[in-house]
């Protein structure tokens, strides 16, 4: 079955250095999406990438969609503490579009002040 | 509120009880989905329904979990004959239909599960 792959599990950084955590699918996916988890509260989406090659930016957050459509990225630039917490990448598979979403394992960013 | 809500929060039972979770979903969402999730991994995918109707059930749940969504509206999550392996969060969250056939996930607080 459809299988998402997250690197890596755990980041520590410090304060104001930038954080990177790459996302793989087994399969084709008509669209990625990223969620942040705060420690003790619940996945929040953050952005959706439906285009190959797709590239889109929110404030110091920069999201990748592959050519192929089967990995993303996640580049934060000069983290902050409020970037604490963990990070999904999730994906619908292309022949399951309109479907479920399934979820990479996370990657957990925490940031030294 | 109008966000998704989920009851109980916390749930303590013994070994070989049932339980059950509700899930209202944000009102014109007409999609609803269960996920589970443990500590340090990401949500697993359980179940979803469009409307009332259940369309994919994952094959790693077991006969003990049934969920259900009888007027396309809240949604309940039932366990029965807990073990202590079902110790878990139990995540809802709800999605629209959309023109691109794209599910954007809003999650309930969830409900945390510990089997004695």
């Known amino acids: 079955g459809q299988q998402v792959m997250q690197i890596p599990q755990y980041q520590h950084v410090q304060e104001g250095e930038d954080f990177t955590t790459y996302c793989n699918s087994s399969?084709?996916?008509?669209?990625i999406q990223w969620y942040k988890q705060r420690p003790g509260g619940h996945p929040v989406f953050l952005i959706q990438?439906?285009?190959?090659?797709e590239v889109k930016k929110q404030k110091r957050l920069t999201f990748q969609f592959g050519e192929a459509k089967k990995n993303s990225s996640l580049h934060i630039t000069a983290t902050q503490t409020t970037d604490v917490g963990t990070y999904f990448c999730?994906?619908?598979?292309?022949?399951?579009?309109?479907?479920?979403?399934?979820f990479g394992q996370g990657t957990e960013l925490s940031v030294k002040p | 509120d109008t966000g998704v809500s989920q009851d109980p929060r916390h749930k303590i039972t013994k070994r070989g009880q049932n339980v059950t979770f509700r899930c209202d979903p944000i009102?014109?969402?007409?999609?609803l989905y269960w996920y589970r999730q443990t500590l340090g991994q990401g949500p697993e995918f359980l179940t979803y329904?469009?409307?009332?109707?259940?369309?994919?059930k994952s094959r790693l749940l077991s006969d003990r979990f049934s969920a259900e969504r009888p007027k396309g509206s809240f949604s309940t999550l039932e366990i029965q004959r807990t073990e202590q392996g079902d110790s878990a969060m139990y995540l809802c969250?709800?999605?629209?239909?959309?023109?691109?056939?794209?599910?954007?996930?809003?999650f309930g607080a969830g409900s945390r599960l510990t089997v004695l």
């Open positions: 969250a709800s999605s629209s239909d959309s023109y691109s056939g794209a599910n954007v996930l809003t």
């Open positions: 399969t084709t996916l008509s669209n």
């Open positions: 999730a994906g619908e598979a292309i022949y399951n579009q309109g479907g479920k979403l399934i």
């Open positions: 990438l439906v285009k190959s090659g």
């Open positions: 329904f469009q409307n009332e109707a259940q369309l994919e």
């Open positions: 009102s014109e969402h007409n999609r």
